[in-house]
C-alpha cells in the first residue's frame, strides 16, 4: 500500500487573491490616464490631473512616476497659489 501524498489533498480553501496586484493594477490605469489626458492636451494643471476621472487624489504622484519610468518629458510652471501647468516637452531629455 502506498502513502498518499500531500500535494493529492485538496486544499480547504481556495487561497485569496493578492491585495497587491488589484493595487499595482489600479495605479497604472490611473498612470496611463494621466499621461493620455496631457497628450491630449499638450498641458494641463495640477487641479485638472488630480480630477477623478483623470488621476483622483494623486494625480501628480501618476505624472512623475510616468517621468521616472521614461514615459514622458515635461516641464512645470507656476500659475498662481497653488496652482502648477505641467507641459509636455518635447525636446528634453527623458530621464533614466
Not at 30 to 47: F, I
Amino acid at each position: 500500500m502506498t502513502q498518499p501524498s500531500l500535494l493529492d489533498v485538496p486544499l480547504p480553501y481556495e487561497p485569496e487573491p493578492s491585495p497587491v496586484a488589484g493595487e499595482m493594477t489600479r495605479r497604472s490605469a490611473a498612470q496611463r490616464r494621466v499621461v493620455a489626458y496631457l497628450k491630449a492636451r499638450g498641458s494641463a494643471t495640477n487641479v485638472e490631473l488630480c480630477r477623478p476621472e483623470v488621476g483622483g487624489n494623486r494625480g501628480i504622484g501618476r505624472l512623475w512616476q510616468a517621468v521616472q519610468a521614461g514615459e514622458i518629458a515635461v516641464r512645470k510652471s507656476h500659475v498662481k497659489g497653488g496652482v502648477w501647468r505641467y507641459s509636455i516637452c518635447a525636446d528634453a531629455p527623458l530621464p533614466r
